[in-house]
């Protein structure tokens, strides 16, 4: 299962839970930012590659709905709720990732 994982600035929640579940070798992840100073910037190719697209905050959703309308993300788009206020594998920020994406890795 392709995984991605985005928030703003590419530096600290996506890229923990890059580093998170990039342990499981049944996986493939990547991560991306949607601010242009982001280290890996979002693109159509990364939304298409990915079977499920996990962003931190409704920004996110909404930037990519209106910038990428012409990519079909059905089913694959998922909001975690989590804010802009940790730091990179924080313990509380791992905590949560879990806590919000386990629950989706079901399926």
Known sequence: MNLLFI????RM???TAETL????P???VKSAGIAPTAPN????????????IFVMENLHRAFITEK????NLDNK???LGIPDFYYYMEPELIDL????????MAH
């Open 7 to 10: 928030c703003t600035i590419n």
């Open 13 to 15: 929640r996506s890229c």
């Open 21 to 24: 579940y990039a342990a499981n």
């Open 26 to 28: 049944a996986l493939k």
């Open 41 to 52: 910037q979002i693109t159509p190719e990364l939304l298409r590659w990915a079977d499920k």
């Open 68 to 71: 990428f309308h012409d990519v």
């Open 77 to 79: 788009l998922i909001v």
């Open 97 to 104: 990732l879990k806590e919000k994406v386990d629950p989706h």
